[in-house]
């Protein structure tokens, strides 16, 4: 059976709509039969998964349920970049596109997609736009990258085109042309880097015009979380809901796993798409932690062909949650990712992930630009350095490292520098997004 022909019935939307209402237990059985099916065709077709079973005391048909996954052991992205040939479960000839991975920690790596992988994407995407309340109706600008071998952009013009909704393919490398586009074509919602669409509304404002009026009724993000860990919006996202008008909503995602986890009308957490992922949430060892608490997503994303994944340790820091949400969908939430597992600083017993800090600096006056240095210090303990631009000479360097001190309990050293100097570090034509991050630590 070929990869195509196991996963092509699955892509209604209407149906895949009303699984995510039905009771957990349909839930359930419905992705115990896709991971067993996930299961068969790792083990009949991708030679990674062949060999991790041969060398196993475990046999594909042994792992008939979720509570069986810990029977089998992680994949870790170093598998992905030393054994890298050996995930590529179709012939060459059915490969349509090529996917990098953003690099973020670690080398690019090349996903490889079926065309039926592409079908699984679309189908992704226009079930999370449904549920932020996207229709034919809509016209969206995508100033995401659809180019460089990105999956984002792609995916995002694939859902909507199932949709019907007219498609603006903007990209994310041009402010001014986000805002010509936005100013000419009068879009109803805007999809790209919450950051970034920040700056273009204010672009706008300077130009005499109001961005709140100009018709757009949903942002989706990416790339950057919008809402805190309660599911409030973080300053970010409160700004940019203020600047335009509209209703933000936050998404998570990433090119390995092929599946974006985005909010509802509800705004709690990013809904599971149940056909096409199980999540797990483990602590250092492995081992899984309670729904509600913090911990490493390990991703299964369910009917990939091309380069299938099982056990997928992403890296991020997040949590599940299990209750049902008030939008009237049973399917488990994940909150907003609160950092990297790697990027994890530890300073005098305190653990702390650098977007905690980030979000100190974003609500504050004068401070125009940022970046983190991290350098072991002693055993256990790092030494944060945090670059701050600012033009104001009001902004004092102890001001801003009191104002972080009171948020993560965590005094780092603050430097001031000019606005400039922030972006000749930060912007780097190699990276999607600006590079504010370093890490210096000795490994
Ligand atoms: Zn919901």
Known sequence: MSGDSLISCRFDSRRGAELSRAPLSDIAARQNDLLKRH??????????YRSMFADLDVRPEDISCQADLAKLPFTCKDDLENRYDEFLAVEQEEIVDI??????????????????????LAYNEELSFRAAGFSSADRVLVAVAS????????????????????????????????????????????????SLLLNVGKRLQREGIEPARQGIKRIVCIGEPVRNRDFTLSLLGVGLEELWHCRVFGTYASTEMATSFTDCASGA???????????????ENGAPVPHGTFGEVVATPLGVTGMPLLRFKTGDIATLH??????????????PVIGRK?????????????????????????????????ESEFALSDRIRVVVGSSDSSLSSSFVAERIAASIRVKPEVVIVPPEEILKVTIRDDKRKPVIFFDKRSL
Do not use: W
């Open 39 to 48: 299961i068969d065709y790792l083990a009949g077709h991708s030679p990674f």
């Open 99 to 120: 996917c990098l991975t953003s690099g973020t920690t670690g080398k690019s790596v090349a996903m490889q997609q079926s065309s039926g992988d592409l079908e699984r």
């Open 147 to 194: 180019d460089r071998c990105f999956m984002a952009g792609l995916a995002y013009f694939l859902g909507l085109t199932r949709i019907k909704s007219t498609v603006l393919r903007g990209g994310s490398g041009n402010a001014s042309l986000t805002a010509e586009l936005i100013r000419n074509f009068r879009p109803s919602a805007l999809v790209g880097v919450p």
């Open 269 to 283: 957490g990013g809904h599971l798409l149940p056909e096409l992922m199980i999540i797990e949430i483990v602590d």
């Open 322 to 335: 299990a209750d049902p949400c008030s939008c009237g969908r049973n399917t488990h939430r994940l909150g």
């Open 342 to 374: 790697s990027q994890m600083l530890k300073c005098l017993g305190t653990t702390v992930y650098p977007p905690a800090i980030f979000t100190v600096l974003q609500g504050m006056h004068g401070v125009c630009g940022y970046y983190i240095e991290v």
